[in-house]
């Protein structure tokens, strides 16, 4: 018998002495309740020896300091939404802020160089464009990957749709409409294009992210990139994640006349794109504004600025969508 096991049979006859003592000082009330017992007392004794012989599950222990938990350990993460992380090689800071709800970002974190802006696909150079959808109706086709989700496109149809003019209805024989289709993020053109015109809808988007790429589709583009963004907010261009700084560029054009408004649905939130945890976009106080990068609701200034891109005022008088 070797000395581990040795001392392992020594520490079991102690523990079985101990228990015959105290069974024998306890009423028959009490006895039921110590023989149950007495098996933990026995193995605990003998994990304990083994603990304290570095012999644990067969492996020693070691107790060198190589073998210890290193004081620091490095992450890469790259901050997207409220629901995600994606690991990436680059280390970060060791306190990091809460993710925004912005899968719309993903589909540029993934590399896709034909996306830029984040989730905007050959961006024109305006806030607002003149490519707009004929009589304020948009066609559109979903991809068959897509059938279980038709319910969360049609939601967020209904955001814009209650609000505006604005009419979605399936595609016959239109030739310009929006092709819904299942890939990595959230993700569209700006403006009507022509043609077959693609709408990237992941899992990761939610109905609000939906609407918000519709709403680029509609020919918005993000109100923090404004040409008097600098009135209202600070773009800390220190803390964006390298290469993607193009997101926070300043677009020349139609502001349609109406203020800034961070609370749009088409404005960033205050960690996006962030390099470290810390945010990339500040008011002029120097802090973060609630509700900047809200995917929830369209603003005030929203169903505004979509009323006037598309004179519906005007159709609502005539009564003419042309």
Known sequence: MSRVQLEAHNQW???QLLSCLVVHSLEDSQLLFVKMLSPCIM???VFLFYVSTGVVGGFPISPSPEAATPSTVSVGVLLLNGTQNVTSP???ASTLHPPQNDAETLEELYDDFTFQEGDIMIPVDRNAVDSLWADAIVPYTMSPELAQREFHIKAAFKMISDVTCIRF???TTEPNYLKFLS???CASFVGCRGGSQSVIFS???SVGNLCHEIIHALGLHHEHTRSDRDQYITVRWRSITPGFENNFLVKRGNTLNLPYDPNSIMHYGPYFFSVDG???IVTKRGGVQMGMGQRTYLSPLD???LNRLYRCDERQRTGIRS
């Open 278 to 280: 810390s945010p990339t």
């Open 303 to 305: 169903i505004q600025k």
């Open 169 to 171: 209805q399936r595609r």
């Open 90 to 92: 680059s280390p970060v």
């Open 13 to 15: 006859k102690w523990s």
């Open 203 to 205: 899992p990761l988007c």
């Open 43 to 45: 193995w605990s004794h």
């Open 183 to 185: 890939g990595q993020g």
